[in-house]
């Protein structure tokens, strides 16, 4: 098992403007595929955030109000599954790619759809991406209504789990529900930190 934690200092990918949300998925996963390269054919990718890239969903959004020109741009980014098919590219990665919708509790879905999707006999190992930005007015009032928390700052975490990790152990070792720092992240934090060998 490899990890890496990226924040909103990670350096713009071309094709993506306006948000880190994109950067921060790319430079965590890179930090991984590149520690560890492996046959990008017997590997998986699943992307899980709350909120998804609200920054460029919000910009998209105010600029349709405002009469402006339509971006296609902002509308290809703003799909989460969007820098996953580019790092797939990047890294030769011709496995299955998922982008999940999670609320309370994304390592364990991640970690859940891993184990499901190890159960194929074609895949060796699947990069588990959270991803999480410190929000807008409007996904503040949504983490309310959800009863979660944003991040205190945009966040970014890619750990790779190869056939043979034990995840069924991973599943019940890790933290569930939000903290302050980390939000609904903080499950993942807490794993990549145990792959690292640091403390979250």
């Known amino acids: ?19 880190v949300f994109s950067p921060m998925v790319h430079q965590a996963v890179e930090r991984c595929l590149t520690a560890r390269p ?25 600029r ?9 741009l902002l509308f290809m980014q703003s799909t989460a599954n969007a820098v996953l098919g ?13 982008s999940l919708s999670t609320v309370a509790d ?3 879905e991640l970690l859940a759809t891993a184990e499901l ?3 194929d006999e074609e895949l060796d190992r699947v990069v588990l991406i959270g991803v ?7 996904t503040a009032a949504a983490h309310r209504e959800l009863r ?4 205190a700052a945009d966040l970014a975490v890619a750990i790779v789990l190869d056939r043979g990790d034990p995840l069924r152990r991973l599943l019940t070792d890790i933290p569930s529900g939000p903290s302050a720092e980390y939000g609904a992240l903080r499950g993942l934090v807490e794993l990549a930190a145990r792959a690292q060998g640091t403390n979250p």
Not at 6 to 16: L, Q, Y
């Open 106 to 108: 994304p390592a364990g």
């Open 117 to 119: 999707l190890l159960e």
């Open 38 to 62: 492996g046959d990008g054919s017997r590997t998986a990718m699943v992307l899980a955030s709350t909120m998804g890239d609200a920054t460029t969903l919000d910009l998209g959004s105010r």
């Open 132 to 138: 999480e930005l410190t929000g807008t007015e409007r």
């Open 64 to 72: 349709l109000v405002a009469g402006q020109a339509h971006n296609p």
């Open 86 to 98: 580019q790092l797939s590219v990047t890294f030769a990665v011709t496995g299955p790619l998922l």
């Open 148 to 151: 979660t928390g944003p991040p």
């Open 1 to 19: 098992m490899i990890a890496a934690i990226c924040d909103a200092s990670a350096p713009p990918v071309a094709g993506f403007v306006e948000s």
